[in-house]
């Protein structure tokens, strides 16, 4: 049977043209500004009009560069010439090249690519159950914070310390606990023999911008190591650069590694790519056949960060403490 198709409304310019066709074949799951953007140049963006606008979102904190940086463009052009995809049942020569600086900058050992913030969250997470698992079927729980944001998947939310974002989705998945930020007696009755491991943002973003102390980080640390169980610093709002360190755990001293670190956001500047960072203890957590993503970890994409975007943090970051006390001034 054939479908029928709804007669496309009449539009009175381009805009509403887009508008009218979103507002027919998309899901509405998004509260859009009245607004189309045509392209963008260094912080700038241009509506369909020619109109510029400064540019304060970044793509929600992605295009760390700007737009049409002429680096990333030569290397995106390049590439695309040469090799988009494989999948992961080959080699290419940029995997392995941005795994070990990804190594040397977060001091973990193994990364595993993925294609969003999210999707590196489901890995840790799937990281921490199989590390409970080795123990037996009654380690589980996994320890968050209220008013976290962890990402939109289902495993996901049920980490995230926001009810706003879970109620439509329950029931979650089970084994999550909750504790006041920066509370250290709420943590330490929190963890037990049954806690598989904490996620913790450093810094929290979507709760408000809630820096954790140092006594709580380092608290949280012994804790996990006393029972056996996994740490994980979310960095995905937080980190890549945007401390004045690559990560905010940098910013201790002594530095406090976790086991698992997650980046995502501005890794390929535009590029969708999400990293989980992983020490040894938790990277032998996930054997063949266990994990994958058919996309990440590609040629197209890994070219990006590799030839670019880590490349330009050094010189970024040397330069941020000097514009903080410019800004405070």
């Avoid at 496309?8 to 509260?31: C, W």
């Avoid at 979102?57 to 695309?80: C, D, E, F």
């Avoid at 941005?98 to 294609?115: K, M, Y």
């Avoid at 058919?294 to 490349?311: D, E, H, K, L, V």
């Amino acid at each position: 049977m054939a479908a029928t198709m709804t007669p496309q409304p009449e539009v009175s310019s381009a805009f509403d043209g887009i508008k009218a066709l979103e507002g027919q074949y998309l899901l509405q799951n998004y509260s859009r500004y009245p607004l189309a953007l045509h392209r963008g140049k260094g912080c700038y963006v241009y509506d369909l009009d020619g109109n510029r606008y400064l540019d304060l979102i970044s793509g929600i904190g992605v295009n760390s560069l700007g737009y049409a940086h002429p680096r990333i463009t030569k290397v995106l052009q390049k590439q695309a010439g040469l090799l988009l995809h494989t999948s992961n049942l080959y080699y290419h020569e940029y995997q392995g090249r941005l795994a070990e600086r990804l190594a040397r900058i977060s001091g973990l050992n193994r990364t595993f690519f993925c294609n969003s913030g999210t999707e590196a969250m489901e890995g840790a997470l799937k990281m921490i159950r199989a590390h409970g698992n080795q123990h037996g079927g009654g380690k589980m729980e996994i320890i968050s914070l209220e008013n976290s944001f962890h990402g939109r998947t289902l495993g996901a939310l049920s980490i995230t310390g926001q009810p706003k974002y879970q109620k439509d989705f329950e029931p979650l998945l089970p084994g999550a606990r909750f504790v006041p930020h920066n509370d250290l007696q709420a943590l330490e009755e929190a963890f037990s023999e049954r806690t598989a491991g904490i996620v913790l943002e450093f810094i929290q973003g979507e709760g408000g911008i809630n820096p954790l102390s140092e006594e709580f980080a380092r608290k949280a640390a012994d804790l996990a190591k006393k029972y056996d169980s996994l740490l994980v610093f979310d960095e995905i709002q937080c980190g890549v650069g945007r401390p004045g360190t690559y990560f905010s755990y940098q910013l201790l001293d002594p530095v406090l590694l976790p086991d698992i670190t997650l980046a995502a956001k501005p890794m390929a500047c535009g590029i969708p790519m999400g990293v989980v960072i992983a020490n040894e203890k938790a990277a032998a957590t996930i054997k063949p056949g266990m994990h994958g993503s058919t996309y990440r970890g590609g040629p197209w994409p890994a070219a990006s960060p590799w030839n670019s975007s880590i490349s330009s943090t050094n010189s970024c970051l040397q330069s941020t403490p000097s514009a903080a006390t410019s800004a405070r001034a």
